[in-house]
């Protein structure tokens, strides 16, 4: 198969604290993506970062690539409530974005 | 203003009968998808319409009939329903093809599908 794997699978936390979340991918890529999924809802994009890339952030996010192993980690700082979703690492590539199986999320208040 | 609108969003209906699910985006994509999310979560893609036409038809039941009347409908048509059809059916578009930077994937929210 070529989903990835998000590990943790579920991670509880609390409010103000940093969640790290970690993906595994089987194929080369041309870049990996971090997608949200509110419970009942649709995804929706966080952050993409290319196969050149070694980290990059957006506003709380932190994303890291390791190409070399294969792997990506998601860095959420400063958690809030609202941060409380499941958390989908995508390998993008020149047809498709292939989806891992999704980490849940919680953080308490 | 809901760029990626798919209906309906629930559907409950026996084994055998044929149902549809519509989806338009106005985001002016010349990219649309279907995705299943089974009851453990993982998202797969089925298929992907460029400008009207078929690029990616995974391995799917030809049950499933993807339609594209223009680049901003993409409806899915299911025939002969099955229980292990029962599961969460996303429509998204994209600007162009390929998962590439600049061509994010949008999604809609989502079509729970039932087969009793």
């Known amino acids: 198969s070529q989903q990835g794997e998000e590990d943790p699978q579920a991670l509880s936390i609390q409010e103000g604290e940093n969640a790290t979340m970690n993906c595994s991918y089987k194929?080369?890529?041309?870049?990996l993506q971090w997608y949200r999924q509110n419970s009942g809802r649709g995804l929706v994009h966080l952050i993409l970062?290319?196969?050149?890339?070694r980290e990059k952030h957006s506003g709380r996010l932190r994303v890291t690539l390791d190409t070399s192993k294969k792997s990506s980690s998601l860095l959420i700082t400063a958690s809030r409530a609202a941060d409380t979703a499941s958390y989908f690492c995508?390998?993008?590539?020149?047809?498709?974005?292939?989806f891992g199986k999704g980490m849940k999320l919680t953080v308490n208040p | 203003d809901t760029a990626v609108s798919q209906t309906p969003k629930y559907l409950v209906t026996q084994m055998g009968n044929d149902k549809s699910i519509k989806c338009e985006q106005n985001?002016?994509?010349?990219?649309m998808y279907w995705y299943k999310q089974d009851s453990k979560k993982f998202l797969k893609i089925m298929f992907s319409?460029?400008?009207?036409?078929?690029?990616i038809n995974e391995t799917v039941p030809n049950r499933f009939s993807p339609k594209s009347p223009d680049k901003a409908h993409l409806n899915l048509h299911i025939n002969s329903l099955e229980l292990g059809d029962s599961a969460v059916y996303f429509c998204?578009?994209?600007?162009?093809?390929?998962?590439?930077?600049?061509?994010?994937?949008?999604f809609g929210e989502g079509s729970w599908l039932t087969v009793v």
């Open positions: 985001l002016g994509h010349d990219t």
């Open positions: 998204a578009s994209s600007r162009g093809q390929g998962a590439r930077p600049g061509n994010t994937i949008y």
């Open positions: 194929t080369s890529i041309n870049n």
């Open positions: 995508a390998q993008g590539g020149s047809e498709k974005l292939v």
């Open positions: 970062i290319r196969s050149n890339e």
């Open positions: 319409y460029n400008n009207k036409e078929l690029i």
